[in-house]
C-alpha cells in the first residue's frame, strides 16, 4: 500500500551529499520538519580550519531553520556529519563510517557537486565524475538502500535545444570510463591543457562534467533503485521554510544584487529568451518525491534496466523571458530599494557580443575607476574596477545560457506528480504552471534585500532607501542629459564643419 512520501521517510536513514549547501539546506530542513526521518547523515569537509561538528551547529543561526528550530528545538540532532570530501580519491571516509552509512542507510541523495562554470577540469572530474562513480560503489555496499537520487542539472545536454528525459551518451567525445582512466594516468596540468578539445560543443566544464557523470550512472548504476534528477536553475524559495531565503549569488542571483545595487549596468543578454529558474523549495520537493517514487516503483518492478529521468524546469505553459525577468528586478528599486546603492538601478541589455565590450567600458569600467579614485582619496582600499574583471567575465561564462531558449522535456516529472497523493500534493507541491511569477520575483527580491544585503524590510530602512534612490534617480538623468546634450553638441559641430 502507497504510504506517501511523508510515510516513506518516516524511521528512514537518509546520507545526504552537498549538505552544506544552497539547495543541501534546504533538503535537509523540508525532511527534519515534514517527516519523521530517523537521521540524516551529511557529508561534510572540514573548512578553513572548522570542524565540521561546529559548521552543522552554525545552523542554528541560519534563517532557513528558524521555522524548523520554533517548532522542534532539537531536530538539528538528528543531523549526523561524516567527514568526507568529494575531491578526495576515496571521498576521504573514513573505514569506520562506511561501515556505518553501509549497514544504516535507506536513501542516498547526491547533492554534491562544482558548480563554477569555469573550474579547472581535473577538479571538475574528480568532484563530479569520479565521486559520483565512487558513491555508487558506496551504495552497492548499503544492504537497506531502497532509493539513490542523483542530483544532476537540466543543462546537461545542453549542446542541443530540446531535451528529452533519456541519456545522451553520443553527445560526448569519450565515454566516462575513458574519461576517468585519463584523470588517473596524465597529471591535472595535462588533463587541463586537453579541455577544449574534451569539452566540444559543451560550453563549460560544469555541464560537460555533469554530463559525464550521467554518464557513470547510465553504465554502472546497475540494479540499483536509483533515479537522475534534473533541475533547471534553482533559485531563492518561494513560499517555505521562508519566502525569499537565500545565501549565494550564483547565476540570476548575481544579476539581481548587482542590479539592485547600482553597480551592475549592462549585461549581455537576449531579453525575449525564455529563462529556466525555479524555486529552491518547490526544487526540493520534487528531489524527496523522486526518492519517494524511485523507491515505489523499485519494488513494483523488482530490477529496473535503466534508471528514470526527472526534468523540473519551468512548464511550457508558464514561461517568463530574460527581459521579464531584468524589468521586474529592477522596478523594485522604486519599491524596497538598498539603502547602500552605489547608482540608480537600471540594466541595459546587449544582445550583439560585439557592442558590450564598448558598453561595459562606458558603464562600468570608466565609472569604475572614478569611484576607486575617490575611494583613494578617502585612504580606502579601491575595489570597482577588479569587481567589474570578475563581474565581465561571470558574463562572458553565461553568455550561452541568457541568449538561447531550451526547451525541457519534464513528462516523468508530470507523472510524478500525477501519482502523487492530495496531502503529498498540497505538503510537497512543485506545479510550475501555476506559479505566479510576479509574485514570486517579489519574494526574490525582498529576500536579495535581507538575506544578502543584511537589510531588514522596515518602514525606516525602506524609507532610507527610498531617499537615497530618489537623489540618485536625479544624478543619473542629470547625467545621462549631460552626455546626450555634448554628444548632440559634438555632432552639430561635426556637421557644421562639414557643410
Sequence with gaps: M???????????????????????????????????????YALVRPK?????????????????????????????????????????????ISDHDRRILAAEVHVVIHGAATVRFDEV??????INVRATRLLLQLAKQMTNLVSYVHISTAYSNCVIRDIAERFYPEHLNCSSANILALNDLVSKEVLDKMTPALLGSYPNTYTYTKALAEDVILREAGNLPLCVYRPAIIMSTYKEPVSGWVDNLFGPMALCFGGARGIMRVTMVDPDAKIGIVPADYC?????????????????????????????????????????FIYTSVQYRDVIPLTKMLWYPFVLCITKASLFPLAAFLLHTLPGYFFDLLLRLKGRKPILVNLYRKIHKNIAVLGPFSNTTWHFDTSNTKELRQAMSQDDLQLFGFDMARLDWGDYFKTV??????????????????????????????????FVYSLISVAGYALWSLAKLLV
Excluded at 512520501?5 to 528512514?12: A, E, L
Excluded at 577540469?121 to 574528480?126: D, G, R, T
Aim: with cysteine; aromatic share 8%.
Design 2 to 40: 502507497d504510504i506517501g512520501i511523508q510515510g516513506f521517510f518516516k524511521n528512514k536513514t537518509v546520507f545526504l551529499t552537498g549538505a552544506t549547501g544552497f539547495l543541501g539546506k534546504v533538503v535537509t530542513e523540508k525532511l527534519l520538519r515534514t517527516s519523521e526521518v530517523s537521521r540524516i
Design 121 to 126: 577540469l581535473h577538479l571538475a572530474v574528480a
Design 284 to 324: 526540493v520537493n520534487v528531489a524527496l518525491a523522486c526518492a519517494w517514487r524511485t523507491a515505489e516503483k523499485s519494488v513494483k518492478s523488482g530490477k529496473t534496466t535503466r534508471p528514470p529521468i526527472y526534468t523540473f524546469a519551468p512548464s511550457e505553459k508558464n514561461l517568463v523571458t530574460f527581459g521579464e
Design 48 to 92: 578553513r580550519g572548522v570542524p565540521i561538528q561546529e559548521r552543522i551547529a552554525t545552523w542554528e543561526k541560519d534563517p532557513v531553520f528558524e521555522v524548523l528550530l520554533r517548532t522542534k528545538p532539537d531536530a538539528l540532532h538528528r543531523v549526523c556529519p561524516i567527514a568526507g570530501d568529494c575531491a578526495a580519491p576515496d571521498l576521504g
Design 445 to 478: 527580491m525582498y529576500g536579495v534585500r535581507l538575506y544578502i544585503g543584511k537589510e531588514q524590510p522596515t518602514a525606516e530602512s525602506i524609507a532610507k532607501g527610498l531617499k537615497l534612490g530618489k537623489r540618485l534617480k536625479v544624478l543619473h538623468y542629470t
